[in-house]
Structure formats: structure tokens, C-alpha cells
């Protein structure tokens, strides 16, 4: 029984290790990527038109065309990091700096989705988000900073 015992506490220990670490995981991914331009607090720079992400990024994580967005922003794009930690560090991004934007239905990146839409053409994004941010105009939305 006390084999057990200590059995069950190591395998807990582990796995709460394993949560910690995975946090830090991502943190470091914010950091090492997109804090360069987006700060280490997301509030971006007027020098360069660098977005902040609070009031912004949660709304183009409501639609298809702003997840697409999303994936292909060239600092995201640029990253060359695999599907798995691009989706993490995307719902990252979501959860400290977008989640009142975003609705209800709203969901987190997969490896899978970010898979796919890497692999849809995107042959401008400037386009892509002035047509994201004519559509948020019409329900009294603005992307602008």
C-alpha cells in the first residue's frame, strides 16, 4: 500500500511539473517571438504600426478569415515554429490579451487548424486584415491603434 502511496504522489508531482513547465514553455515561446515587437505586456508600438493586442487580437479569433489572419501575420509566419507550439502560443496570446473580445463560441487553435490554414494561400495580408476590420466596423467594432 505504501508502494502505491508513493507511486501515485511521484506521478502527481510529475504531472503538475509537467503543467508548470508547459506554461514556461509557452512564455518563453511569447518571449523569444513576439515580444520583440508586441512588448513583453502585448501593448505593441506606434513606432513600426505595431498592434497592441488588448481590445484587438480577440476579435479576429471569432471568424475564419481573422483566424487565417492570425496564423499568417508574419511574425507568426516567420517563426518556423511546428503546428503544435504555434497554436499554443497562439491561445496564449488569446488568453492574456483577447479573451473579452472574443464570443462565447470562440475556440482555442489546434495543431491541426493552424496545419490547414498554413496551408491556404495568403497572398496579402494587409488586404486580409483591411477586409477583417471593415467587417468588425459594420457590428461597431475598430481594430484601429
Known amino acids: 500500500m505504501k508502494r502505491l502511496a508513493t507511486l501515485l504522489l511521484v506521478i502527481s508531482m510529475l504531472v503538475g511539473a509537467g503543467a508548470a513547465n508547459a506554461d514556461e514553455n509557452v512564455d518563453y515561446l511569447y518571449r523569444l517571438h513576439c515580444s520583440g515587437c508586441h512588448?513583453?505586456?502585448?501593448?505593441?508600438?506606434?513606432?513600426?504600426r505595431i498592434p497592441p493586442f488588448p481590445g484587438i487580437v480577440g476579435h479576429f479569433a471569432?471568424?475564419?478569415?481573422?483566424?487565417?489572419?492570425?496564423?499568417?501575420?508574419p511574425g507568426v509566419a516567420g517563426a518556423a515554429l511546428p503546428?503544435?507550439?504555434t497554436a499554443e502560443l497562439l491561445n496564449y496570446v488569446l488568453r492574456s490579451w483577447g479573451r473579452q473580445e472574443q464570443a462565447v463560441r470562440a475556440r482555442d487553435f489546434t495543431a491541426g487548424e493552424v496545419r490547414g490554414l498554413r496551408e491556404m494561400r495568403m497572398d496579402d495580408i494587409t488586404a486580409l486584415r483591411q477586409k477583417l476590420g471593415i467587417e468588425l466596423a459594420k457590428r461597431r467594432i475598430s481594430i484601429a491603434y
Open 83 to 85: 503546428d503544435a507550439e
Open 62 to 73: 471569432d471568424s475564419p478569415d481573422g483566424r487565417l489572419y492570425l496564423v499568417h501575420v
Open 39 to 48: 512588448g513583453v505586456d502585448g501593448a505593441g508600438s506606434k513606432v513600426g
